[in-house]
């Protein structure tokens, strides 16, 4: 992987987008924080992060699928920067708002699925298909780890008094980076060579739900993989409110949860490249189903924090090991001239799953209690992993 200059293009530009946005992310945060932002004001942060996705998804996908794949990443890269900019302009002139906020927030989250989109349906172009799980692995490492860098690095510019607004430019830094990878990329891709094959657009659209519905394998996959992240993407918020009610610590330790967990979805992706060349892909799901079932159980039944990170860690694993495979599993087995709609699909999933339960975990743990509502949680994720069992059939053939 190392000797493949494209790939190392597409790694650091990657990287660097994905530390930009969570940087970019923290900045806000701060920002919403100090205009007085409430409990109910940062929920719709997160959810004005996450409707982009819900509302675009499928139209962004079939638009990618007839573009020049690393253009479509550039433009990404410089509407990022021209946004960022005018808002920096914005907080100069006038008196910044949390309704300005929410906007840049939107519009970047809403650009950011073109650069995803073009990113992983770029992959199987620029790596050989034997090698996809490793890349996928590194990929999914590197996410991790900007994660984990741009949180500290984000408190490090508070710490050193930088503003908020200059947070911003540094930001835009990273996405020139990211510009600049890609632009090395040669040549240009794209999954449909000639303008004569592209079909209208919406009839693109239909044809890709067509697709998915058809293929009864990946239509399976996309239920079970939903029923679980409607569950498992709100975890965090559950892992707030313990903290706080059970625990009587505040968000700033949400550290002693995410750690662990970080950490299990690194080795997850270090392994996972073996695992899926000698295990049933199938078993990747139900592995981080009943793994963060059990967890969950534990957390309900007050179990010690020292054996709770322990439950993180190797739920950790298992979801590093879910991410690869599915995506490994898509890239390999979905044809390309279908590749960027499916995906759409599946980010539409991954980002968008979350929103219904946030909304209903927030309420069930005012009415029934963050204990009650664990145990709620873990029956949840084992029923999911029974259904997986039940309607999902080996991943290894088609």
């Keep these: 992987m190392l000797k493949n200059k494209k790939f190392l293009l597409l790694f650091s530009a990657t990287f660097f987008s994905s530390f930009g946005d969570a940087t970019l992310f923290v900045i806000l945060l701060s920002m919403l924080q100090s205009l007085g932002g409430s409990g109910v004001s940062t929920s719709f942060y997160f959810i004005f992060s996450a409707v982009p996705v819900l509302l675009f998804g499928l139209h962004i996908?079939?638009?990618?699928?007839?573009?020049?794949?690393?253009?479509?990443?550039?433009?990404?890269?410089?509407?990022?920067?021209?946004?960022?900019?005018?808002?920096?302009?914005?907080?100069?002139?006038?008196?910044?708002?949390?309704?300005?906020?929410?906007?840049?927030?939107?519009?970047?989250?809403?650009?950011?699925?073109?650069?995803?989109?073009?990113?992983?349906?770029?992959?199987p172009h620029i790596v050989e298909h034997s090698n996809i799980p490793k890349a996928n692995s590194l990929f999914r490492i590197i996410t991790m780890i900007a994660k984990l860098l741009s949180y500290s690095f984000a408190a490090l510019l508070f710490y050193l008094n930088v503003g908020s607004n200059e947070g911003l430019i540094i930001v835009t830094v990273f996405y020139v980076i990211s510009f600049v990878a890609i632009s090395f990329i040669r040549p240009s891709f794209r999954n449909r060579q000639l303008s004569t094959e592209n079909p209208p657009f919406m009839y693109s659209i239909k044809e890709g739900l067509s697709y998915i519905k058809n293929d009864k394998v990946i239509f399976r996959l996309f239920i079970v993989f939903g029923l679980g992240w409607m569950a498992g993407a709100s975890i965090d918020l559950y892992l707030i409110n313990y903290l706080k009610l059970v625990l009587n610590k505040g968000a700033e330790n949400l550290y002693l949860f995410t750690t662990p967990t970080f950490i299990g979805i690194i080795i997850g992706s270090l392994i996972s490249p073996y695992l899926y060349k000698n295990m049933n892909k199938k078993y990747g799901l139900l592995l981080s189903l009943f793994a963060f079932s059990l967890a969950i159980l534990c957390f309900a039944l007050e179990w010690p924090l020292l054996l709770l990170q322990c439950l993180l860690v190797i739920g950790g694993i298992s979801q590093g090991i879910l991410n690869i495979f599915v995506v490994s599993y898509l890239q390999t087995h979905v044809e390309s001239t279908h590749l960027a709609r499916v995906f759409s699909v599946y980010n539409m999933i991954c980002i968008g799953g979350g929103i219904p339960g946030y909304l209903l975990f927030g309420y069930l743990i005012d009415t029934i209690g963050v204990l009650t509502l664990g145990f709620i949680i873990s029956s949840y994720l084992f029923i999911v992993g029974i259904v997986c069992v039940t309607i999902l059939p080996a991943l290894d053939k088609k």
Excluded: H
């Design 61 to 123: 996908g079939a638009f990618v699928e007839n573009k020049s794949l690393q253009k479509v990443m550039i433009y990404s890269d410089i509407t990022r920067i021209l946004f960022l900019l005018i808002f920096y302009l914005y907080n100069l002139l006038f008196t910044q708002t949390i309704f300005t906020i929410y906007l840049l927030i939107f519009f970047v989250t809403f650009i950011n699925i073109f650069f995803t989109t073009a990113s992983s349906t770029l992959m």
